[in-house]
């Protein structure tokens, strides 16, 4: 089947963690405890769709324990934009108080 790794094949992507079948070659680089009270999960990962071309993306996963598990994957020239703007809305929250 196009687009998607078998699950009895070891995935040929150096780099992936994904275990089985899968449609997207993914790495697990960082799971922060990020919700308020520590509810949640805040993932950053490198992922790259199962299909020709596609290239590798920065994603953005949140983890609650009442909703599905969303992702988003952030185009790379945008990750340092948004890592700043997170920063600097950090520091102004932290200074509101
Ligand atoms: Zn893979």
């Not at 509810?39 to 950053?44: N, P, S, T």
Request: aromatic share 4%; glycine share 10%; hydrophobic share 45%.
């Amino acid at each position: 089947m196009t687009g998607i790794v078998d699950r009895n094949t070891v995935c040929s992507v150096k780099w992936c963690d994904e275990k089985g079948r899968h449609t997207v070659h993914r790495r697990y680089l960082a799971s922060v405890p990020g919700g308020m009270s520590g509810a949640g999960l805040v993932g950053v990962n490198l992922a790259q769709r199962v299909q020709p071309r596609a290239s590798v993306c920065v994603e953005l996963t949140v983890t609650t324990p009442w909703a599905a598990t969303a992702g988003f994957l952030l185009a790379v020239t945008a990750a340092p934009e948004i890592a700043a703007a997170l920063t600097e809305a950090a520091e102004r929250a932290t200074h509101l108080g």
